[in-house]
């Protein structure tokens, strides 16, 4: 059975960082997608980052230049580095696998029950 741990999350002041882990057993997904996605209370979940199996990344403006994704195919895991955190990333962090891996949420079959981030001003 497919299963995504996130690790890292906590409380923060604005300006810090916060290194986010997402492990996922039950299968190999060295040729999947990795990403992570997050919610705010009252909004949509929205895409952050994604990493390809081959690694090339790819990030949402929002967070560009201040999150860095990368991930350990050996150990099936993929991290996200938070660094100059704003208040406004204050959010519960998913961690999602799929094929497709893009932007989209319907772009990834796994999904890890998440991960808060809170960002104090």
């Known amino acids: 059975q497919v299963q995504l741990v996130e690790s890292g999350g906590g409380l923060v002041q604005a300006g810090g960082s916060l290194r986010l882990s997402c492990e996922a057993s039950?299968?190999?997904?060295?040729?999947?997608?990795m990403g992570w996605f997050r919610q705010a209370p009252g909004k949509e979940r929205e895409f952050v980052a994604t990493?390809?199996?081959?690694?090339?990344?790819y990030y949402a403006t929002s967070v560009k230049g201040r999150f860095t994704i990368s991930r350990d195919n050996a150990k099936n895991t993929v991290y996200l580095q938070m660094n100059s955190l704003k208040t406004e990333d204050t959010a519960v962090y998913y961690c999602?696998?799929?094929?497709?891996?893009?932007?989209?949420?319907?772009?990834?079959?796994?999904w890890g029950l998440g991960t808060q981030v809170t960002v104090s001003s």
């Open positions: 990493i390809w199996s081959l690694g090339s990344p």
């Open positions: 999602a696998v799929g094929i497709g891996g893009g932007y989209l949420l319907s772009e990834y079959e796994y």
């Open positions: 039950g299968r190999t997904f060295s040729l999947y997608a």
